[in-house]
C-alpha cells in the first residue's frame, strides 16, 4: 500500500491528532473526515494508503514528540474542498475551510519494532525527491524502511 506523510505539531495544551483519534474511538463510527487546511496538494496517490502524521521540531513543544511519528491512518478515500458527512462518519475539524479532505477507517499508533517512535529517517521519498523539501509544500508520498508494530489501533 502507498504511503504518505502529513506534516503537523503536538503541543502540551493541544495534542490535535490524538485528541481526534480519541474522539473517533469513542464515537464508534466507522470512519473519521478531517481536513489538510494549509494549501491545495497535489501529490496524493489514489486511495487506499497510509498517512503517517510527522510531528515537525519547530512546531511541537513535547520534547518526546519533536521529529517523530506516533500514529498513522488508512485514507480510504479524499477530496479537495469536499467535506464527507454521513450518520457513520466521526468529522473533526469540521468547520475549517479544507484544502483537501480525508475519509479514513483505520488508525494505529506505531512504534519501531525496538520500541522507539519513528522518524524522517525510517522514511525516504517515493520518487527519491530530497524528502525534507517537498514537505515544506506537500503531503509527499514516503516507502517506510524500518519494521514497525502497531499497539493501539481503531477500528
Known amino acids: 500500500m502507498k ?18 483519534l480519541e474522539g473517533w474511538r469513542k464515537s464508534g463510527k466507522p470512519f473519521l473526515c478531517f481536513p489538510w487546511i494549509l494549501f491545495e ?26 521529529g517523530r511519528v506516533e500514529f498513522r491512518v488508512q485514507v480510504v478515500s479524499w477530496h479537495p474542498d469536499h467535506k464527507y458527512s454521513g450518520n457513520e462518519i466521526c468529522v473533526f475539524r469540521g468547520d475549517e475551510d479544507g484544502r483537501v479532505w480525508f475519509l479514513c477507517d483505520r488508525f494505529e499508533e506505531i512504534v519501531k519494532n525496538d520500541g522507539s517512535l519513528l522518524s524522517l529517517s525510517d522514511f525516504r521519498h517515493a520518487y527519491g525527491k530530497n524528502l525534507i523539501s517537498t514537505m515544506r509544500n506537500s503531503i509527499p508520498q514516503v516507502i517506510l524502511e524500518a519494521k514497525i508494530r502497531a499497539g493501539r489501533y481503531y477500528p
Open 3 to 20: 504511503e504518505t506523510i502529513y506534516t503537523t505539531w503536538a503541543r502540551r495544551d493541544n495534542h490535535w491528532v490524538s485528541d481526534m
Open 41 to 66: 496538494v497535489h501529490t496524493l496517490p489514489v486511495a487506499p494508503f497510509w498517512m503517517y502524521f510527522y510531528y515537525a521540531r519547530g512546531r511541537t513543544d513535547i520534547p518526546l514528540l519533536q
